[in-house]
């Protein structure tokens, strides 16, 4: 009797965990933007209430805290691009270099490994000369697969499609936090009432 009633409640947690992940994973789309919101809305918070002590309405604290994340945010991304970009103006010179490694580690390999590595070329070139030329059989042709050009609008889908939804995210968590922003002391009281001041 004891077994049977100890075996319930653990399915039950699992049932429960399982439909928990597949909810959080179906609906991944919305929670994301909306975890971030939340997070942006905690950090810019501050700067509204602090712009809100120096009489600014609140409208116009919610604008300038956003424009002033969205700022550096821009800024931050402008600086990793820059040291991608910069980064990759200078792999040429690293190959150069690495070059140069190379050709010096194979002047102190001239030894033996080298000797070996030319008589195993040269093995390989008799075998290949050796070895018979396989050629298609009569009568059959050679056949290429030749893709058809890409149109314009294939190509503005193959550009512009993978922008989309990093940008939907950023607009959908803008809109989130701008509102959240607003609405602050409202969202507070009514989750309190929502989880009850016991729960709190």
Request: hydrophobic fraction near 55%.
């Amino acid at each position: 009797m004891n077994g049977s009633g100890q075996v319930r409640p653990t399915a039950t947690v699992l049932l429960t965990v399982v439909v928990v992940v597949a909810v959080l994973r179906l609906a991944q789309d919305l929670f994301i933007p909306l975890a971030l919101a939340v997070l942006l809305t905690f950090l810019l918070s501050p700067i509204v209430a602090r712009l809100q002590h120096w009489h600014f309405n609140r409208l116009i604290a919610v604008i300038v805290s956003l424009a002033l994340a969205l700022a550096l945010m821009v800024g931050v991304g402008d600086v990793i691009f820059g040291q991608f970009s910069d980064l990759a103006h200078q792999l040429p010179q690293y190959e150069l270099h690495l070059r140069e490694h190379i050709a010096h580690l194979r002047g102190f390999m001239r030894g033996g490994i080298t000797d070996s590595l030319d008589a195993v070329d040269r093995l390989t070139a008799q075998i290949e000369r050796l070895s018979p030329v396989t050629g298609l059989p009569a009568g059959v042709q050679k056949v290429e697969i030749v893709q058809p050009r890409a149109s314009l609008l294939e190509i503005a889908r193959d550009v512009v499609g993978p922008l989309v939804k990093p940008l939907g995210w950023a607009l959908a968590v803008m809109v989130l936090v701008a509102f959240m922003l607003l609405r602050l002391p409202d969202l507070r009281e009514r989750l309190i009432r929502l989880l009850g001041p016991r729960n709190l």
